[in-house]
């Protein structure tokens, strides 16, 4: 399934090689209250023949192989709290859009979109646009630990490093406004206006902002290598995170695990635990205070007490 909007679903057949055949259906009353998100492999009954005006319907949802979920912002809550989003399912890859320069990177958001992507267990890509603007030597010290797999895009480039790394997969693209990720989904889909434009047909002429649209990645000369799709992400600003528990977030940060091993089992790893390990493996050089004082944000996020985006941590980046 490739796109939802208002109750209704776009859907391509796995045999469609191109994803240009729109099937439009609704979910069936027997799924109940299953939801049902892009990236979602179903199974269809009815008219499935993408004629214009046919309508299927949507009657099993696949088992999913990853889910990526975001935690909504703290203006949209329910009496129970926060609510949960599912972004995307199946999806194997997480590319993180971020700009060297115009905006500056937000390395605080970067670390949230790693969280994130540890926890569902997809990999993640750090994609630096604006190359022409900036050096990437601040950003990658930052992550420099991490192994963190990563490309450089900059205007006029042919893009065929970051189509390596897509080919093949599922991948899921999040970025900041301004960052350039629409330019880049645009040269990646030269058609993406136009399949845009044709997913916004089922919701009868209008694409919201808010969701998340798949597209298949066009076949590059003669390979025949399967290019991949990618998911669009066009409105994540930020990646909630209080459905991560407070020792997964560590999977984000795996250059302070190993500090951590002779704490006490009940160390909350926060400022206000004074016997904390993490803080002599930083004065020992061992980690970067920076991407200590990162996870402490998280945690300190994760239980309400602030929004790790009012601080400007002083490491030439921004939060």
């Not at 892009?38 to 088992?63: F, K, Q, T």
């Not at 970051?162 to 629409?182: D, N, Q, T, W, Y």
Request: glycine share 10%; with cysteine.
């Amino acid at each position: 399934m490739i796109t939802v909007d208002r109750g209704r679903y776009g859907c391509v057949r796995e045999d469609d090689g191109d994803g240009t055949e729109l099937i439009t259906a609704m979910r069936a009353r027997e799924l109940g209250r299953k939801s049902v998100v892009v990236g979602d492999r179903v199974a269809l009954v009815g008219d499935v023949s993408a004629a214009p005006g046919a309508l299927a319907r949507i009657v099993r949802i696949g088992e999913r192989t990853s889910v990526l979920r975001r935690t909504a912002d703290d203006d949209d809550t329910t009496p129970e709290g926060r609510l949960e989003r599912v972004v995307v399912a199946n999806a194997d890859q997480l590319v993180i859009v971020s700009a060297l320069a115009d905006p500056p990177p937000r390395t605080g958001f970067i670390d949230r979109c790693l969280v994130a992507a540890y926890d569902a267990d997809i990999e993640p890509l750090l994609c630096l646009t604006k190359a022409d603007l900036a050096g990437p030597e601040q950003v990658l010290d930052y992550y420099a630990e991490l192994d963190l797999r990563h490309v450089q895009v900059r205007p006029g480039s042919d893009l065929a490093e970051l189509r390596e790394r897509l080919a093949g997969r599922i991948s899921v693209m999040v970025g900041h406004s301004g960052v350039g990720k629409s330019t880049l989904v645009n040269r990646l889909v030269p058609d993406a206006l136009r399949a845009v434009g044709a997913v916004s047909a089922i919701g009868k002429g209008r694409h919201t902002s808010t969701s998340a649209v798949a597209l298949r990645l066009p076949s590059i000369g003669k390979s025949r290598k399967d290019p991949g799709w990618i998911v669009d992400t066009p409105g994540i600003r930020s990646f909630g995170l209080a459905h991560v528990s407070a020792e997964s977030l560590l999977h984000g940060f795996p250059d302070l695990v190993e500090g951590t091993l002779e704490d006490q089992p009940n160390c909350g790893h926060t400022v206000a635990d004074n016997d904390c390990k993490l803080e002599a493996w930083v004065e020992e050089g061992r980690a970067d205070r920076r991407r200590l004082d990162s996870y402490r944000r998280l945690l300190s996020s994760r239980a309400g007490e602030l929004d790790p985006r009012d601080q400007q941590p002083d490491n030439g980046l921004s939060a």
